[in-house]
């Protein structure tokens, strides 16, 4: 068990980490097409299994999922709360010939406020954008605002690297399910049980680091059932079926 630390992490860290010059790299560690054939339509399935239309992505990135999505035919809603992601994302949706996508600034803990009285049938959150919040009360605000935008039955999926297995048994990495571009590498910078630091290094020299809160998959459930949601499914590596330390990365299925 790694020391914890008690000084605080500014909420706004991660947009200043993901400055412009990140941002436009960020395709490059994802690897659109390489993602594609590892997801394999998971979450396209997924989506559908529930009788999904209405998708809020509220970390959206540059912009994966949602084009991929809307190209799939469902009526997507794109917000992040880094303003340099958003441009990206409508750049991406520009050059993938979706000229319908509806992109808005927001912030996980403000989406009542965003978003007022609208419904989406799933909210989705991945990207292991859920770390960035530090702080329980604004994971538990930020499940609170997820769960009221949801129509009846409708459902929240959230993923994270398996941190279970990292503050456990150390970092690695199998590279074959989410971060599939191969002109940068990825490790901890630091690592402590409540902060890990990664450190991105591109073939070029460029570094970039993000920092974030490594939360276990129990604990995330947890939330999610503490939210109101009446059931959570697990998967690793778009697997239901999983060894709890094997997937490099943890999706949950909730339902409201």
Request: hydrophobic residues 35%; charged residues 30%.
């Amino acid at each position: 068990m790694t020391e914890t630390n008690n000084t605080p992490v500014p909420r706004d860290l991660y947009k200043e980490q993901y400055s412009p010059e990140f941002a436009g790299r960020w395709d490059e560690l994802i690897d659109w097409q390489r993602r594609a054939k590892a997801e394999n339509h998971f979450f396209r399935d997924i989506l559908r299994g529930h009788g999904v239309e209405r998708v809020l992505d509220i970390a959206c990135g540059t912009g994966y999922h949602a084009v991929t999505l809307r190209a799939e035919g469902f009526q997507v809603t794109a917000s992040d709360g880094a303003p340099s992601m958003l441009v990206r994302t409508e750049e991406n949706a520009r050059r993938f010939g979706i000229d319908d996508l509806r992109i808005v600034e927001a912030e996980w803990t403000r989406l009542g406020e965003v978003f007022g009285g609208e419904e989406f049938d799933a909210v989705i959150c991945l990207g292991n954008a859920f770390t960035h919040l530090f702080d329980e009360g604004d994971r538990v605000k930020a499940l609170s605002e997820i769960y009221r935008l949801l129509t009846r039955d409708g459902i929240a999926i959230i993923d994270q690297r398996n941190y279970d297995a990292i503050l456990d048994n150390g970092f690695s990495s199998k590279h074959q399910s989410y971060y599939l571009g191969e002109t940068v590498a990825v490790r901890p910078e630091e690592l402590r049980e409540d902060l890990l630091t990664m450190r991105y290094e591109y073939d070029d020299g460029e570094v970039h680091f993000l920092t974030i809160c490594p939360i276990r998959q129990e604990y995330v459930t947890n939330l999610l059932l503490g939210a109101g949601f009446r059931s959570v499914k697990r998967y690793g590596d778009f697997a239901q079926d999983y060894d709890f330390y094997e997937p490099d990365f943890v999706i949950q299925v909730a339902t409201k």
